[in-house]
T-cell receptor, first 108, second 120 residues
Framework: SSELTQDPAVSVALGQTVRITCQGD??????ASWSQQRPGQAPVLVIS???NRPSGIPDRFSGSSSGNTASLTITGAQAEDEADYFC???????????FGGGTKLTVL | QVQLVESGGGVVQPGRSLRLSCAAS????????LHWVRQAPGKGLEWVAV????????YYSDSVKGRVTISRDNSKNTLYVQMNSLRGEDTAVYYC?????????????WGQGTLITVSS
């Protein structure tokens, strides 16, 4: 199966640590990528590969993976981190992408 | 800086066609695979199609296969998607995005999106 499963919603207290997970068989072959989408805006890549942050992404964002599960961790969540987070990977074609359903993060 | 600018969206009747464009700048266009990703109102991201850097490989999601054609003009730094037989469920913001490259699963740059509304 090429599906990726995410929890629909997660909340975290300001300054605390939160983990957002993504599960799927394709993650045994490919790393997950993670994108952040604030309301009304286009997605922004926050984690690629094993644990790489594009320029400008704060180091409180990190990624990890084990078996069929990938995780995005935000250490010391800030108010501006409140957003939707999507994981994605590739399917067996090596070209097609598959997205998780997204996780809405609320910072309390 | 890398820029992707979509255009061509609008309101269209069911069964009609529409072509979206994505004008790119700030990078060597012909070196990158490019994707279309859509997002229905209030929903998540759905991958639509990808085209390889030289246009030789194209892949589509099952939901649009047979109705959608992705193409590119490397001389004009522009990506296209031709959408035919449009349905209500095609209503979405359509984003073009750059593939970060082999060995990755990442889309490192996205356009701002263009909205297609399919309605009679």
């Amino acid at each position: 199966s090429s599906e990726l499963t995410q929890d629909p919603a997660v909340s975290v207290a300001l300054g605390q640590t939160v983990r957002i997970t993504c599960q799927g068989d394709s993650l045994r072959s490919y790393y997950a990528s993670w994108s952040q989408q604030r309301p009304g805006q286009a997605p922004v890549l926050v984690i690629s590969g094993k644990n790489n942050r594009p320029s400008g992404i704060p180091d409180r964002f990190s990624g990890s993976s084990s078996g069929n599960t990938a995780s995005l961790t935000i250490t010391g969540a800030q108010a501006e981190d409140e957003a939707d987070y999507f994981c994605n990977s590739r399917d067996s074609s090596g070209y097609r992408l598959v997205f998780g359903g997204g996780t809405k993060l609320t910072v309390l | 800086q890398v820029q992707l600018v979509e255009s061509g969206g609008g309101v269209v009747q069911p069964g009609r066609s529409l072509r979206l464009s994505c004008a790119a700048s700030g990078f060597t266009f012909s070196s990158y695979d490019l994707h279309w990703v859509r997002q229905a109102p209030g929903k998540g991201l759905e991958w639509v199609a990808v085209i390889s850097h030289d246009g030789s490989n194209k892949y589509y999601s099952d939901s649009v296969k047979g109705r959608v054609t992705i193409s590119r003009d490397n001389s004009k730094n522009t990506l296209y998607v031709q959408m035919n037989s449009l349905r209500g469920e095609d209503t979405a913001v359509y984003y073009c995005a750059r593939d970060m490259g082999p060995g990755t699963t990442s889309l490192d740059y996205w356009g701002q999106g263009t909205l297609i509304t399919v309605s009679s």
